[in-house]
């Protein structure tokens, strides 16, 4: 069974924290991506890494950053949080590109005051 | 650029009901078609996909057919049960552009509510 997983389910931050959210996959997938999802809005793509240490912008970057120093595990960093920032973060992981099922983890959501 | 329109929730619907959930997309290549569903406090979960014109996913009780020529991926079920309570996210995935590295564009997502 694939196992992907977030190291937090619920994260409080103050504003200007730096907030890291960790990602681990099990199942050797090239590619891992970071989605965060809000009401009415669907998933939007923060970040995605097809290697490691490679990664590309997604079409919500600002604010973000990443780090892909192995295979298996994706972060997510919020360098400096604010409360626009408060949201479930989803961690997802695939095979091979394009028609392949990604699989995602449980979500952490994450309350910025 | 790509985009997953998908009809807005909730949908309230009584047990054995039929389902239904529009989604239409627009897709510079050709697409992959995938359902998603996120079940309460869940992460989402692969639910069917179709990779050409004139595919039917079908999965758990639940189909979707790939129309090209209406650009659409509705998804339906006979009869649902409460257990079907769930958000369901329309996806495609474009095969037909070499940058897109097969990341997934998702729909806003429709929460389905069925009650006893």
């Known amino acids: 069974d694939v196992k992907v997983t977030q190291s937090s389910r619920y994260l409080v931050k103050r504003t200007g924290e730096k907030v890291f959210l960790e990602c681990v996959q099990d199942?050797?997938?090239?590619?891992m991506f970071w989605y965060r999802q809000d009401p009415g809005l669907g998933l939007r793509l923060i970040y995605f890494s097809y290697d490691v240490k490679m990664k590309e912008k997604g079409d919500i970057p600002e604010g973000y950053s990443v780090s892909r120093e192995k295979k298996e595990r994706f972060s997510l960093i919020l360098e400096s949080a604010s409360t626009n920032q408060t949201s479930m973060y989803l961690c997802?992981?695939?095979?091979?590109?394009?028609?392949?099922?990604?699989?995602f983890g449980q979500g952490t959501r994450l309350t910025v005051v | 650029g790509n985009s997953v329109t998908q009809m807005e929730g909730p949908v309230t619907l009584s047990e054995e009901a039929f389902l239904t959930i529009n989604c239409t997309y627009t897709a510079t290549g050709y697409p992959s078609l995938f359902w998603y569903v996120q079940y309460p406090g869940e992460g989402l979960q692969l639910l069917l996909k179709a990779t050409k014109a004139d595919d039917k996913g079908s999965n758990k009780g639940f189909e979707a057919t790939y129309r090209k020529e209406t650009t659409s991926f509705h998804l339906e079920k006979g009869s649902v049960q409460v257990s079907d309570s769930a958000v369901y996210f329309c996806?495609?995935?474009?095969?037909?552009?070499?940058?897109?590295?097969?990341?997934?564009?998702f729909g806003a997502g429709t929460q389905v509510v069925v009650t006893p």
């Open positions: 997802a992981s695939k095979s091979g590109l394009l028609n392949t099922e990604a699989f």
């Open positions: 996806a495609l995935s474009d095969r037909g552009r070499t940058d897109s590295w097969g990341k997934l564009q």
């Open positions: 199942m050797d997938h090239e590619n």
